[in-house]
T-cell receptor, first 112, second 113 residues
Framework: KQEVTQIPAALSVPEGENLVLNCSFT??????LQWFRQDPGKGLTSLLLIQSSQREQTSGRLNASLDKSSGRSTLYIAASQPGDSATYLCAVRYTGFQKLVFGTGTRLLVSP | DAGVTQSPTHLIKTRGQHVTLRCSPISGHKSVSWYQQVLGQGPQFIFQYYEKEERGRGNFPDRFSARQFPNYSSELNVNALLLGDSALYLCASSLAPAKNIQYFGAGTRLSVL
């Protein structure tokens, strides 16, 4: 069964901390992996897309890594800010399938 | 350029009614996907359309149907609404079905009473 798990479910940190969000998937035959941000009651904002042939992607203070052999991806956020407070979702597209399989997300709160 | 637009933003229906949700993809995008997000959960895949053909269908009952028009916009229809259909319905568009970034709209919040 193709599943995506995100740990922790919630995370609270003071402003300025560096933090890591984790995503694990059950099948190494992935096509790509995408990280999203979701603000309460809103749609999803794409943060980073990693193709299966890539090891990492960077955008500003965000860095996402992919390790297919261990079935893991991490999203690293440097120097966190209160505006980073949101739910972060990991989504995997498995090879041969059209759909994205989402985790349940990590709810991040960054306190001033 | 406009992003993915969905209408309406909010909708309240009663059990047994029918609902139609609409999605306009980013200009130039030919693939549209629909997802259902229940509160506290990740989105669940419902349908994907590319070049007006269904390319994928999730594990949803036949009460759910969709179509894509020649201008690549899409409709999601749900018949015989149940309380459990209350959710945020998200539309995503991309240039092609698999390789490219999926861009999501703000969603339609459906409440079934």
């Amino acid at each position: 069964k193709q599943e995506v798990t995100q740990i922790p479910a919630a995370l609270s940190v003071p402003e300025g901390e560096n933090l890591v969000l984790n995503c694990s998937f059950t099948d190494s035959a992935i096509y790509n992996l995408q990280w999203f941000r979701q603000d309460p009651g809103k749609g999803l904002t794409s943060l980073l897309l990693i193709q299966s042939s890539q090891r990492e992607q960077t955008s500003g203070r965000l860095n996402a890594s992919l390790d297919k052999s261990s079935g893991r991806s991490t999203l690293y956020i440097a120097a966190s800010q209160p505006g980073d407070s949101a739910t972060y979702l990991c989504a995997v597209r498995y090879t041969g399938f059209q759909k994205l399989v989402f985790g349940t997300g990590t709810r991040l709160l960054v306190s001033p | 350029d406009a992003g993915v637009t969905q209408s309406p933003t909010h909708l309240i229906k009663t059990r047994g009614q029918h609902v139609t949700l609409r999605c306009s993809p980013i200009s130039g995008h030919k693939s549209v996907s629909w997802y259902q997000q229940v509160l506290g959960q990740g989105p669940q895949f419902i349908f994907q359309y590319y070049e007006k053909e269904e390319r994928g269908r999730g594990n949803f009952p036949d009460r759910f149907s969709a179509r894509q028009f020649p201008n690549y916009s899409s409709e999601l229809n749900v018949n015989a609404l149940l309380l459990g259909d209350s959710a945020l319905y998200l539309c995503a568009s991309s240039l092609a079905p698999a390789k490219n970034i999926q861009y999501f709209g703000a969603g339609t919040r459906l409440s079934v009473l």
